[in-house]
């Protein structure tokens, strides 16, 4: 079987040049395909991968999804250092060009529009952090010498620890508040997704906040030293800022091209 066009992105057309060591789905040279005053990035990937009840069963394995993922973010990182990429869903194919050509104008009207409102603009992610209590495992005091003298002095212990726990996740909702409706401001947009689960690997324990922020470039030194100002200095509370990324989290209307 002949290849298939994977389809990362549709952006603008731009002077500038992507980066040389740029690498996409199973290691490809991405390319520029300009039509009509758009362009797709697009690379070439095998059929037998990418190609109805194959593409369908490779879905369903986490580890094909792992590394396709990869290559596809590893492109739009890539193209974000040099214009405002508009993502298009994970294994977009086409059979050709042509193909890619009728995606494009298809989807003209979602496709301006949505770069028209996210031009210039880069996504920042937030997200504060509180140690709920939940992960302090009952420990042996004797070791410390801290040991209870009777079980009313070990259910105090445990009392205190939950009552701290309580505490610093009070302080990480009220700094997530304050957080949100400030960088709301700075921002030209502010989207609140749903917590991390921590059930999933790689995943901290007790997010409360996790939120993503639509920032023109220009902006961005200064929405940076915002987050920077407003970290918390104390334990138990923790923020975390990422980006700049393309704007993932805000590209609604080609969602059903």
Not at 90 to 97: G, N, P, S
Request: one cysteine or more; hydrophobic letters at 40%; charged letters at 25%.
């Amino acid at each position: 079987m002949t290849d298939l066009c994977y389809v990362y992105a549709v952006t603008l057309p731009f002077g500038t040049a992507l980066p040389q060591d740029a690498r996409g789905v199973g290691g490809a040279r991405p390319r520029l395909l300009i039509h009509d005053g758009l362009t797709a990035v697009v690379s070439a990937v095998p059929a037998e991968d990418f190609h109805g009840e194959a593409l369908r069963t490779h879905l369903e394995d986490l580890d094909w999804l792992t590394a396709t993922a990869r290559g596809h973010e590893a492109v739009i990182g890539a193209l974000a250092q040099v214009t405002t990429p508009l993502p298009l869903r994970l294994a977009t194919v086409c059979h050709d060009d042509d193909g890619v050509r009728r995606l494009l104008d298809s989807g003209r009207e979602q496709f301006v529009r949505s770069l028209d409102r996210l031009d210039g603009r880069v996504e920042w992610g937030v997200k504060v952090y509180a140690d709920d209590g939940a992960a302090e495992a009952p420990r042996d005091d004797r070791a410390s010498g801290d040991a209870p003298a009777n079980g009313r002095d070990y259910l105090r212990q445990r009392l205190r620890r939950r009552e701290a726990g309580q505490s610093r996740w009070s302080e990480a909702v009220t700094l997530s508040h304050t957080l949100h409706a400030k960088l709301t401001r700075l921002a030209e947009a502010g989207l609140v997704h749903h917590p991390q689960d921590a059930r999933l690997p790689g995943v901290p324990r007790g997010n409360v906040l996790n939120a993503a922020y639509l920032v023109p470039r220009e902006r961005s030194e200064a929405f940076v030293a915002e987050v920077g100002r407003l970290a918390p200095a104390g334990r138990g509370v923790r923020l975390e800022l990422t980006g700049p990324w393309a704007p993932y989290s805000f590209v609604r209307e080609v969602d059903e091209v």
